[in-house]
């Protein structure tokens, strides 16, 4: 059985007294939010922190909005919350896992998801026995030995969605507050695989009033009841009367970050959704889609389904739409 390490719990009630735990901590500590990937991970000491700060308790994360959503949301609540418009945010978090996990796990965790490889989640016993690798503890990428970086996947379902939708991410840390496009919260780096500061807290995610656009999330996994993306697809439109005005794609576990594709855009933007402009798409998203042999499934199958899940995608939004 894995056990966690010892640490320290701590839990503020406000937002200044966990930055305040986290400035006395200094970089020994972490946050944590329903740690259902945390304490995995500390089991497997992919991170070891000596203190864990819970932000469960501060209500100001926990607000649900609209248009504004608090990081402490569980899944479970966005996932069925009645008034909730932005449905592939809803779809997406629905997605995750299971019901357990749903109604343990954050947006906010869910956002900041660690990247995952097969050589990486594993016990420390197991990751020893090939003398660890870049990421935690060793010097070389058993994925790709010759690359300089780490290449584990970005496996959030959400994220995806986000980047689509063009949500903004509101962060407060020691030097105060700031506000970041969901695209430029993620590095495609599958170790600093966020732009966010260690002792930045992720406050809340502000969603565009769903006014005229439509979005979508298909997901891959090879059981459907439990696992995580291997291939996630955000599809987004904004509609121009029967006509594409704008779009974006967005793919999740194929890349250390949601990989937005502006050559599907290019492919869709200006005409109306037809077979051939969704075919076009699909071809755009297919060729730099350019998944590792590292999660699950065969690695050129996995690159096989984008085209077909970018399709199914924009599929779903044109019968939305009609
Ligand atoms: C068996 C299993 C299956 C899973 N399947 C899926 C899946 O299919 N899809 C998927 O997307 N995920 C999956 N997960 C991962 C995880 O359950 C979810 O992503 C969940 O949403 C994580 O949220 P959390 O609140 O538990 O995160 P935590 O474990 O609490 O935190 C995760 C990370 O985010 C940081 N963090 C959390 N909240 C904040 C915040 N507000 N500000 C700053 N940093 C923060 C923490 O420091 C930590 O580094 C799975 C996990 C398990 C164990
Ligand atoms: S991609 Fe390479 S460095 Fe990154 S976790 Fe996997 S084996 Fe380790």
Aim: net charge positive.
């Amino acid at each position: 059985m894995l056990r966690l390490p010892s640490f320290t719990y701590r839990q503020p009630r406000t937002l200044a007294e966990a930055l305040r735990m986290k400035g006395d901590a200094g970089p020994d500590a972490m946050f944590v939010a329903g740690g259902t990937d945390l304490y995995p991970n500390m089991k497997r000491r992919h991170q070891e922190p000596g203190t864990v700060i819970s932000l469960m308790g501060i209500p100001e994360l926990r607000k649900m909005e609209r248009g504004n959503v608090g990081t402490c949301v569980t899944l479970s609540s966005l996932s069925t919350f009645p008034s909730f418009q932005h449905s592939a945010v809803a779809t997406a978090a629905r997605l995750v896992s299971t019901p357990l996990l749903r109604n343990m796990g954050t947006l906010g965790g869910n956002l900041c998801l660690d990247t995952r490889c097969n050589y990486y989640n594993q016990s420390y016993e197991w990751r020893k026995s090939i003398d660890f690798c870049m990421k935690k503890d060793g010097a070389i990428c058993w994925v790709a030995p010759s690359s300089p970086r780490c290449w584990a996947v970005s496996s959030s379902d959400v994220a995806p969605v986000m980047v689509a939708i063009g949500a903004e991410y509101r962060l407060l840390g020691p030097q105060g507050e700031r506000v970041v496009p969901a695209g430029r919260f993620y590095h495609n780096d599958g170790i600093n695989y966020l732009t966010k500061q260690p002792d930045e807290i992720l406050v809340d995610v502000r969603l565009p009033v769903p006014n005229g656009w439509d979005a979508v999330y298909h997901k891959l996994r090879r059981r459907g009841s439990f696992d995580f993306p291997v291939l996630g697809v955000a599809a987004w439109i904004r509609w121009d009367g029967k006509s594409v005005g704008d779009a974006r794609v967005v793919l999740g576990g194929v890349a250390s970050y949601p990989q937005e594709i502006p050559e599907a855009a290019t492919a869709l933007t200006g005409q109306p959704l037809t077979d051939d402009a969704i075919a076009a798409a699909a071809e755009a998203a297919y060729r730099p889609s350019k998944p590792m042999d590292n999660t699950d499934f065969e690695l050129s199958w996995r690159k096989q389904m984008t085209r077909v899940y970018v399709k199914r995608a924009l599929e779903e939004l044109r019968a939305r739409h009609q």
